[in-house]
């Protein structure tokens, strides 16, 4: 497949992922923001500001790592330093960043989600939530990766979340799992007299073994993984 050719079809799949986010209530209009990695220093993010269901072929925006576009002439997502901090200090293959309804409230009462079900072992353990920062910013940026240390996801203090992944399947999935969680917990915390059970980190550990051995074996007889989800 030519460069031209996996461009495109990544530039498909990321608008598709980003009309998923808005059809599943994971984001309003324009709010959240989705990007992969197609090349060592080549990354197509989002737009800032165009409604998604309005992006085509001819609209896709690339960066390298420094920020710098190279592909496109809209203007890349504001929260391009966010996504660009992630790349340059994990392996992300893809970044989904949403203003989920659930996980947004969550974050604006918490310094940690926690582990109200064995699905946090997806996202590393204990979701943080990163401390405030105007968005777009170099210090939002600084402060989300002090909170995905040894993480994949995290909740960012009055605004919403930020996950990662292999690719956007997984990134978006993980995404997912996370607003469900911040729901399971926001359910669980309304009933008077009563206090939610808590899984410990030792079966949260025994849970993130278990999911690497998830899925249909792969063409090289590993488990797939896909998705991360359970049962």
Same mark, same amino acid.
């Given at each position: %497949? ?13 608008? @598709? ?33 165009? /409604? ?27 929260? *391009?330093? %966010?996504? *660009? ?26 310094? !940690?989600? /926690? ?10 353990? $204990?979701? #943080?939530?990163?401390? &405030?920062?105007? &968005? ?8 989300? *990766? #002090?909170?995905? $240390? @040894? ?5 960012? $203090? ?5 996950? &990662? ?13 996370? !607003?469900? %969680? ?23 550990? $025994?849970?993130?073994? #278990? ?18 989800? /359970?049962?």
């Amino acid at each position: %497949m030519s460069v031209q050719d996996t461009v495109g079809k990544a530039w498909s799949e990321l608008v @598709d992922t980003a009309l998923r986010s808005v059809a599943d209530g994971l984001v309003v209009g324009t709010s959240g923001n989705v990007s992969v990695r197609v090349a060592p220093d080549l990354v197509l993010v989002t737009p800032s500001g165009v /409604p998604y269901h309005r992006l085509g072929p001819d609209d896709t925006v690339g960066v390298d790592l420094t920020g710098r576009q190279v592909l496109g002439t809209l203007r890349p997502t504001s929260e *391009l330093s %966010m996504h *660009l901090a992630i790349y340059r200090n994990t392996d992300a293959g893809a970044v989904v960043h949403t203003h989920a309804v659930h996980a947004t409230a969550v974050s604006t009462l918490l310094y !940690e989600l /926690p582990a109200i079900h064995y699905m946090a072992a997806a996202l590393g353990g $204990r979701i #943080r939530v990163a401390d &405030y920062a105007t &968005y777009g910013s170099e210090e939002l940026a600084a402060h989300v *990766l #002090r909170a995905l $240390r @040894d993480r994949t996801g995290c909740l960012l $203090r009055n605004h919403g979340t930020i996950v &990662y992944g292999d690719d956007l399947e997984q990134a978006y999935d993980r995404t997912a799992q996370l !607003e469900w %969680m911040c729901q399971v917990w926001l359910a669980a915390r309304s009933v008077a007299g009563f206090s939610p059970s808590l899984l410990s980190k030792g079966e949260l550990a $025994r849970v993130a073994e #278990r999911l690497r051995q998830y899925g249909q074996p792969g063409a090289d007889g590993e488990p797939s993984g896909a998705g991360d989800g /359970p049962e």
